[in-house]
């Protein structure tokens, strides 16, 4: 079932803004289908703020969450994939913003 458009929230925990993003029609599947593709990316992107240890950010958290999106789309269907590719990829806060380089830019 595709639900109506979604009505703005305050986002206040990781995998809200993902959620946001999957229901404003990044994926059209089934309800049961999209929430699975919601936790697999939700969990990966919790996943990368446990391994730095850094508090919560909206900013990178957008990021990360529009990442895991792109990595979906590319294949990615489990939870520790996409969780390291993310944390391989992405080190620390300051790598999840706009003009910081990618690890493969760096190497």
């Known amino acids: ?5 979604i009505q703005a929230r305050k ?3 990781p995998g809200d803004l993902l959620l946001r993003q999957v229901e ?3 994926f059209l599947r089934s309800s ?4 699975t593709d919601h936790r697999i990316m939700s ?4 996943e990368w703020y ?4 850094v508090e919560w950010d909206d900013q990178a958290s957008s990021f990360l969450c529009d990442v895991a999106i792109e ?3 590319q294949g990615c269907r489990s939870v520790d994939e996409m969780a390291t ?3 391989g990829t992405y080190v620390g806060l300051a790598a999840t913003r706009i003009n910081a380089p990618s690890s493969d830019a760096v190497h």
């Open 50 to 53: 446990r391994y730095y240890e």
């Open 85 to 87: 590719t993310l944390i």
């Open 32 to 35: 049961m289908t999209r929430d």
């Open 11 to 13: 986002v206040d925990q």
């Open 1 to 5: 079932m595709i639900r109506g458009p």
């Open 43 to 46: 969990q990966a992107v919790r």
């Open 71 to 73: 990595l979906y789309d």
């Open 24 to 26: 404003a029609g990044a």
